[in-house]
């Protein structure tokens, strides 16, 4: 498996202490530091690009965090599509990657690329692919329906990154192939349980998994046993636990 290490050297770019301290992704690129931010969010930062994931929440989320370069974004309800915190973050040279029901929703649609599910597109070298995030059964009156959001593979230098955005454990995220990192939902009752979870995670096999966007009507999934359904069936898998509420233990 490949280093993917906690970096104490990197902390020093994100310098709020609540925040988790980054991990760092080694790639043929360079390293890839991974810094969790809120529930959806995250930031990925090489050492030339920062790509801002669903940021939300107040400006102190993200202060000493560099300027977005990129921002993906995959769906339009407020914990992914924050639209006070997307204005913050933007700035006026940010290329922003979203679905098209999110896109209907921003003003100024400068710099703006949509994707549908199954369509890419490349920003300065890095990959995006947008993946299908849907309710099972579908049904029109889920609460997230295929073709409206966007999960994403984004690919920097050799390694594949998965962000599952909201859905459930669909057949287009067990037929993942090559994955080095995945970020999976797992709060009822919007996306799955941590079993199904667990078992779509066991499917497509990424090197790394961490569990995020675990808060739900019924409070927090129990990632723990998430970690512990993983491994007990794939010692190749690893699951790593962050902080992705600020102030609660893990």
């Given at each position: 498996m490949f280093a993917l290490a906690l970096s104490l050297a990197a902390s020093t770019a994100f310098s709020q202490p609540q925040r988790a301290t980054p991990d760092v992704l080694q790639t043929s690129a360079g390293?890839?530091?991974?810094?969790?931010?809120?529930?959806?969010?995250l930031v990925l930062a090489t050492e030339s690009k920062t790509i801002y994931i669903d940021p939300s929440g107040p400006a102190a989320n993200y202060t000493g965090v560099k300027p977005a370069d990129l921002i993906l974004i995959t769906d339009i309800h407020g914990d992914h599509f924050d639209s006070a915190a997307f204005v913050r973050v933007r700035t006026s040279t940010s290329v922003v990657i979203v679905p098209q029901?999110?896109?209907d929703k921003i003003a100024d649609k400068s710099n703006i690329v949509v994707l549908h599910n199954g369509e890419s597109n490349t920003v300065d070298g890095i990959s995006i692919n947008a993946i299908p995030m849907y309710n099972l059964p579908e049904s029109a009156t889920s609460m997230h329906t295929k073709g409206r959001g966007n999960g994403y593979v984004i690919t920097i230098g050799d390694k594949k990154i998965y962000i599952s955005g909201d859905t459930q454990g669909i057949p287009e995220m067990?037929?993942?192939?090559?994955?080095?990192?995945?970020?999976?939902?797992?709060?009822?009752?919007?996306t799955m349980d941590v079993k199904e979870a667990a078992d779509a995670v066991l499917a497509f096999k990424p090197a790394v998994v961490y569990p995020y966007h675990y808060r739900g009507k019924g409070g927090f999934s129990d990632v723990n046993q998430f970690k512990q359904l993983v491994e007990a069936k794939s010692k190749k898998i690893e699951v790593r636990l962050r902080e992705w509420y600020p102030g609660r233990d893990l």
């Open positions: 390293p890839v530091s991974i810094q969790p931010i809120v529930h959806a969010s029901v999110v896109a067990r037929k993942l192939k090559g994955i080095d990192v995945a970020f999976v939902c797992m709060n009822l009752p919007y």
